[in-house]
Nanobody, 118 residues
Framework: ARLVESGGGLVQPGGSLRLSCKTSGITFSRYNMVWYRQAPGKDREWVAAIASNSGRRTEYADSVKGRFTISRDNRQNSAYLQMNSLKPEDTAVYYC???????????WGQGTQVTVSE
């Protein structure tokens, strides 16, 4: 299994970015997908999750609710994180993860850096 994140970069406060997580080697539709982030000197923080198959169920950390949107495209074997109204405190390395329902066996990507600064 392999997960590859992309779409990170430098953006000004108030700006937007869309992160992508391309997967291979798994039956993507069967997997729940999550996004985590880790800022320098801090623990990894859960950001958002989307359920397997149709992805009708999504959940968000309070810190990003109303600003970030997680989605998936099973035909593209990919998950996405649309990030709007970005704040300097959103600066972190963002990781996507995949796991089968009712397990805690995650597969992780290598991460993509998001920097929010003037």
């Amino acid at each position: 299994a392999r997960l590859v994140e992309s779409g990170g970069g430098l953006v000004q406060p108030g700006g937007s970015l869309r992160l992508s997580c391309k997967t291979s080697g798994i039956t993507f539709s069967r997997y729940n997908m999550v996004w985590y982030r880790q800022a320098p000197g801090k623990d990894r923080e859960w950001v958002a999750a989307i359920a397997s198959n149709s992805g009708r169920r999504t959940e968000y950390a309070d810190s990003v609710k109303g600003r970030f949107t997680i989605s998936r495209d099973n035909r593209q074997n990919s998950a996405y994180l649309q990030m709007n109204s970005l704040k300097p405190e959103d600066t972190a390395v963002y990781y996507c993860g995949a796991y089968l329902p009712y397990t805690d066996n995650y597969t992780w990507g290598q991460g993509t850096q998001v920097t929010v600064s003037e």
